[in-house]
């Protein structure tokens, strides 16, 4: 059995980011329903829930993020808990009822090596998340991003953001079908709270006008998801 320090401890290379569409009024109760049900049973069988978080503006959304050691631990622990489990069979059809749609799910991968599982603070209140569609032009912002607005970030004290790609291998557990667009670059940055968010959004706004430039023409769109934890 894991327990919740080993499950932080253990290293990912693959991360589900997940965005339920919950029936009005159910996310209060469906969140309690997850934590009491389906938080421990999943890490045991080493799916590991890394965040859980409300959608800025939206009452009925419930944003969280699974990450497992590579794509062969995912697909044994999705057949392990979505087909065996006792747990899924006794609880799943309760979550179901709640839910009007969870198919909205990126499948990622971290940019350069594997991560650990704690990259997320947990003591922070905010997290946004950044998908920049790139087409054609991936490896450019890839290298735009090291080079420029990485350290650029670093320069304003925003120190913590990870980058993400598509996880291109199979999905080979088709029951839970999930987004793999080979043209996006996924950002993610938690933020101590709102304040803190408000006050580096203006010091992002205050970039340089040739890196803001060199953004707008490698990037086709760019689509943020702020978190509320």
């Not at 009822?97 to 922070?124: G, K």
């Not at 203006?202 to 023409?217: A, C, F, P, R």
Request: hydrophobic share 35%; charged share 25%; net charge negative.
């Amino acid at each position: 059995m894991k327990n919740a320090q080993e499950s932080n401890n253990q290293e990912i290379t693959v991360l589900e980011l997940r965005n339920y569409l919950l029936k009005p009024d159910t996310a209060e109760e469906f969140k309690k329903y997850f934590n009491t049900h389906f938080v421990a049973p999943m890490h045991n069988l080493g799916g590991y829930t890394l965040g859980q978080f409300k959608s800025d503006g939206s009452n009925d959304r419930f944003v969280w993020f699974r990450g497992f050691k590579d794509m062969q631990t995912r697909v044994k622990f999705l057949n392990d808990f979505y087909v065996d489990s006792k747990t899924w069979k006794d609880f799943g059809k309760g979550a179901n009822e709640m839910m009007i749609n969870s198919d909205n799910v990126y499948l990622l991968r971290p940019l350069f090596e594997s991560i650990s599982a704690n990259f997320l603070d947990t003591s922070h209140k905010i997290v946004e998340v950044n998908f920049y569609t790139c087409n054609s032009t991936l490896d450019k912002v890839i290298a735009l991003f090291n080079t420029e607005y990485v350290p650029f970030l670093e320069s304003i004290e925003i120190k913590n953001t990870t980058l993400w790609v598509s996880e291109m291998q199979e999905n080979d557990f088709p029951r839970l079908p999930a987004f793999q667009d080979k043209n996006l670059l996924v950002s993610i940055t938690s933020f101590e709270n709102e304040k803190e968010h408000q006050l580096k959004q203006k010091l992002i706004n205050e970039m340089s006008n040739q890196l803001k430039q060199s953004m707008q023409q490698l990037i086709t769109t760019r689509n943020t998801l702020l978190l509320i934890q």
